[in-house]
């Protein structure tokens, strides 16, 4: 048995295969990723930077966005695969150090076409998107029968200001799992929850609800009558009101008293609830095979796959988007995103000292603004007692000029 899984180990690693990867660590990116060039675009430039605070300045270097209220639209192409019969695995990190209020934060998969923008048709589109308060979600749409479907789940993202990994792993048994820092947040049947496909079962067109199917599970109680002190108005005049005394019945009208609500007004009466002898339930409507269904098993498969890309819109820029992997491997992306904490530790440690710096000059500039400010009133109060006796002083001169 131990030589079975040993066996079974080794025939992993050999087809374990990394498609690509890229984690920006030197300026080589420069030669693969290509910026688009579509037409009538205005598109933002990426920095090859860590951010203002990282865990190791040059480790946690990628490209970051740097103009407000831009497209971006950056790919690289790579020697195409197909994941048929095997597994898919898309990862990418993204830091929103900018405290992003509304931009895109996701990738794309695209297969071999010649020019990528924000038009082009794509594989998959992956990752956070967030807009205010009401818009925090991972993105999972796939492009099938050429229509992209958008997930029927609701997943949200992290919306802190930390570098934080995404992964969604596409499987050949057609499901699905996304990860967030390497612990699972969703997962599924692709055909469950996309709406690839028409529904398995649809309502019976010929069928209809019986005319004497009663379904009120209670009814009025036919036996029930009204009481006959019942009725009375809602409102009466209000007895304890007195006509003014200044109140002049030729110049004002007949006087009459105000309506109050009536306390023993016990609105519309109606026959007390009882159980309904005929009830027979909720009708439910017959449901019968959809013809227009058609069993497909490989929703899962992507025959090209050939190129990721960054095409977002932001407003607030400032985000760094990092270590993309592409493979068949689960635990060889989890390995890259377990870094993820020491990453986090790193930037929390270095943005609190940051900040610390800058409370203590803030502290500084204001108790040394508070210095000036006494500095000057001392100087005034000096000048004020050291005039001698007669002597005008500046203050008093002025009102002189006045005069």
Known sequence: MRTLAVLFAAFLAVNAKVYFEEGFKDDSWQKTWVQSEHKGVEYGKFVHTAGKFYNDAETDKGLQTSQDARFYALSNKFTPFSNKDDTLVIQFSVKHEQNIDCGGGYLKVFDCSKDLHGETPYLVMFGPDICGPGTKKVHVIFSYKGKNHLI???????????????????????????????EKVESGSLEDDWDFLPPKKVKDPEAKKPEDWDDRATIPDPDDTKPEDWDKPEHIPDPDATKPDDWDDEMDGEWEPPMIDNPEYKGEWKPKQIDNPAYKGVWVHPEIDNPEYVEDNSLYLREEVCAVGIDVWQVKSGTIFDNFMVTNDLEEA???????????????????????EERKKAEEEAAAEEAAKDDEDEDD??????????????????GHDEL
């Open 381 to 398: 109060d000096d000048d004020a007692d050291n005039a001698l006796p007669g002597e005008a002083t500046e203050l008093e001169d002025e």
């Open 152 to 182: 029927n789940k609701d997943i949200r993202c992290k919306d802190d200001v930390f570098t934080h990994f995404y992964t969604l792993v596409v499987r050949a048994d057609n499901t699905y799992e996304v990860l967030i820092d390497n």
């Open 334 to 356: 989890k390995k890259v995103a377990a870094s993820v904490k020491e990453t986090q530790e790193g930037e929390k440690k270095v943005k609190d000292a940051q900040e610390a």
